[in-house]
């Protein structure tokens, strides 16, 4: 009897620490929006809010200028912000070794004017694939600039697709998917879907996240090695 005792006090310890451990392995999701703020940003923070879920917002720096409130309510409400570039065109951005990192210390200094901090983070346009050269990886690097890309793409910067199409890349991008990074865009047809896609990753049990200066960026010239193009 006293055997069957300590048997279970073990058992009973052993499923404790199994379940806490699955706890601990609990998905987190960090999703992320670019080319804002605009006047569809207050719905995307509406949206955010009444799913208790954070973003990280990558900001050009036009829409800095016409819309410093919205910026402002972005931090307020305890999202993180990266920065997306001045010109958001392929042809100007990526045309010179050092352009992408002139176009992200033009668009921090405006953040700091207006918010009164830098960051680290960026994303350039359209992703560091296929157009960002090691060169210029390797200047932003040694700016100590994040650069962040995305593994889960629903593609809603190209028209406007239905949210039958967007959950269906979605799930697509998340199959083995350990790092689920997802590329979303701060326009009027994304913020129509916002709720069911936000619902889809609650009722699969994640969690959202930021994305931190702290944190080893995730991104192409990473992922599938700087040594793919010169
Ligand atoms: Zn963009």
């Not at 973003?55 to 912000?81: C, M, Q, W, Y």
């Not at 049990?205 to 990473?222: H, K």
């Amino acid at each position: 009897m006293k055997r069957f005792l300590l048997l279970l006090i073990c058992a009973t310890i052993l499923l404790s620490a199994v379940v806490l451990a699955a706890t601990d392995k609990q998905r987190v999701i960090y999703l992320t929006f670019d080319d804002g703020p605009t006047h569809n940003t207050p719905a995307i923070l509406d949206a955010l809010k009444k799913y208790n879920a954070k973003a990280t917002f990558f900001v050009l720096n036009s829409r800095i200028t016409e819309n410093p409130d919205l910026l402002k309510r972005i931090i307020a409400e305890g999202h993180s912000v990266g920065l997306h570039g001045s010109s958001h065109d392929v042809n100007v951005i990526y045309s010179t070794a050092s352009k992408p990192l002139e176009e992200m210390n033009e668009t921090n200094e405006n953040l700091y004017n207006t918010v009164g901090f830098k960051t680290k983070l960026i994303r350039t346009p359209y992703g560091s694939y296929p157009y960002m050269n090691l060169e210029q990886y390797k200047i932003l690097k040694a700016a100590n600039y994040n650069l962040w890309d995305w593994t889960v793409d629903p593609r809603d910067g190209v028209g406007a697709p239905a949210i039958s199409t967007m959950l269906n890349r979605i799930k697509g991008d998340l199959k083995g998917n350990e790092n689920p990074i997802v590329l979303l865009h701060d326009k009027k047809s994304t913020v129509n879907n916002l709720d069911a896609i936000l619902s889809y990753f609650v009722s699969e049990g994640y969690s959202f996240g930021l994305i931190e200066e702290a944190m080893d960026p995730v991104n192409f010239m990473e992922l599938y090695g700087p040594a793919r193009k010169k």
